[in-house]
């Protein structure tokens, strides 16, 4: 009975309680770092004036605020392939951001297939050959177009169809 009366009161004591509600208030402080750390990239696009502010936490946490990811804001609006010659295409597409803040712009996977719906290219065209910018505004639209000259040896004659997918690698 008094062995335990004892180990009680020691949570009783003034320093502890005060040591027991510093631990309470750093564990909040570390978890709140993480969250906003965890989320920098979209604090970021949302409070455009706490982009300075994540910037320096992120030289002190060897980190970078990198532009928002999110597929679901961003939609092919229109895009053609039109055949240049049997081997070299041109593709032509539009994105538009469809979110009320800035979104990083994805890279696009472009599959040919024949008649029968099998697959003869795949490629990856990223945002740089296409001469897009980093990330879209808010409800913005780019439009681009590039040159894709295949290997002859792809069977790029038999193109019939394409598909156009948005990604983040």
């Known amino acids: 009975f008094v062995a335990r009366a004892r180990r009680q009161a020691i949570w009783n ?3 502890v309680r005060a040591a027991l509600w510093l631990m309470v208030l750093a564990l909040a402080l570390a978890l709140a770092a993480q969250w906003v750390l ?3 990239a ?4 949302e409070h455009p004036r706490w982009a300075p502010t994540l910037d320096t936490l992120c030289q002190v946490m060897d980190c ?3 532009p928002y990811r999110k597929l679901d804001a961003l939609a092919i609006t229109s895009s053609s392939l039109k055949r240049l010659t ?4 041109e593709l032509d597409v539009s994105l538009r951001n469809r979110a009320s803040m800035p979104v990083a712009t994805p890279a696009l996977e472009l599959t040919l297939t024949d008649v029968t719906e099998r697959i003869l290219v795949r490629r ?3 945002t740089a050959e296409l001469g897009a910018p980093d990330r879209l505004d808010a409800n913005a639209q780019w439009r681009g177009e590039r040159a894709l000259v295949l290997d002859p040896n792809a069977g790029a004659s038999g193109v019939v169809n394409y598909k156009l997918q948005m990604f983040y690698p």
């Open 42 to 45: 979209r604090l970021a696009a």
């Open 38 to 40: 965890h989320e920098r």
């Open 86 to 89: 049997d081997d070299a295409f």
């Open 13 to 15: 004591r003034g320093p």
């Open 64 to 66: 970078t605020v990198e």
């Open 124 to 126: 990856v065209i990223r």
